[in-house]
T-cell receptor, first 113, second 112 residues
């Protein structure tokens, strides 16, 4: 069974559109994250949720809105997509925040045309 | 803000050789972790070393941590072609309940 899954794996869309990426973990972890990896492979935290509550909201445009319906899911909705949003987005989960290893999903490659 | 800086950015070696990657960070930490990312895939956790530990081993991996120098190294011994990947160090920045802060990574190529 896949521990952390994301859908879709690839997302190609036009500027100005709204899109969502879904993430689910079946590990029973309390904490989930969204990271963005740019074209130079630099990974940066976007959001962190602990038991459905927002813990971290880094300097991310408010066009990005995370939603956690339950502690096993953390979805990412992006409004009014821009060219600069093109990147690979990774969902991750961990049992104890930054104090333990994190389990990453396979990533969603977003391309904005 | 970026915490870890890996060095070198890229490393090419032959199978059987050892590969050493270094990481430096800026603030105090609770632990430091190393992750591997194969091309087009997610990150996989390799090893976690706590701030009160100096060295840790896992199979062909050896990690050292020097908190006085705010640096860590990852040694892969007897490398294999399958070790070809990007390697990232990550720290927790000593903040409770926070995410990891990743470095820019070292891209390792192992040729047979």
């Amino acid at each position: 069974d896949t521990a952390v899954s994301q859908t879709p794996k690839y997302l190609v869309t036009q500027m100005g559109n709204d899109k969502s990426i879904k993430c689910e973990q079946n590990l029973g972890h309390d904490t989930m994250y969204w990271y963005k990896q740019d074209s130079k492979k630099f990974l940066k935290i976007m959001f962190s949720y602990n038991n459905k509550e927002l813990i971290i909201n880094e300097t991310v445009p408010n066009r990005f809105s995370p939603k956690s319906p339950d502690k096993a899911h953390l979805n990412l909705h992006i409004n009014s997509l821009e060219l600069g949003d093109s990147a690979v987005y990774f969902c991750a989960s961990s049992p104890a925040g930054g104090r333990s290893e994190q389990f990453f999903g396979p990533g969603t490659r977003l391309t904005v045309l | 803000s970026q915490q870890g800086e890996e060095d070198p950015q890229a490393l090419s070696i032959q199978e059987g050789e050892n590969a050493t990657m270094n990481c430096s960070y800026k603030t105090s930490i609770n632990n430091l972790q190393w992750y591997r990312q194969n091309s087009g895939r997610g990150l996989v956790h390799l090893i976690l070393i706590r701030s009160n530990e100096r060295e840790k081993h896992s199979g062909r991996l050896r990690v050292t941590l020097d908190t006085s120098k705010k640096s860590s190294s990852l040694l892969i011994t007897a490398s294999r072609a399958a070790d070809t990947a990007s390697y990232f160090c990550a720290t927790d920045g000593n903040q409770a309940g926070t995410a990891l802060i990743f470095g820019k990574g070292t891209t390792l190529s192992v040729s047979s």
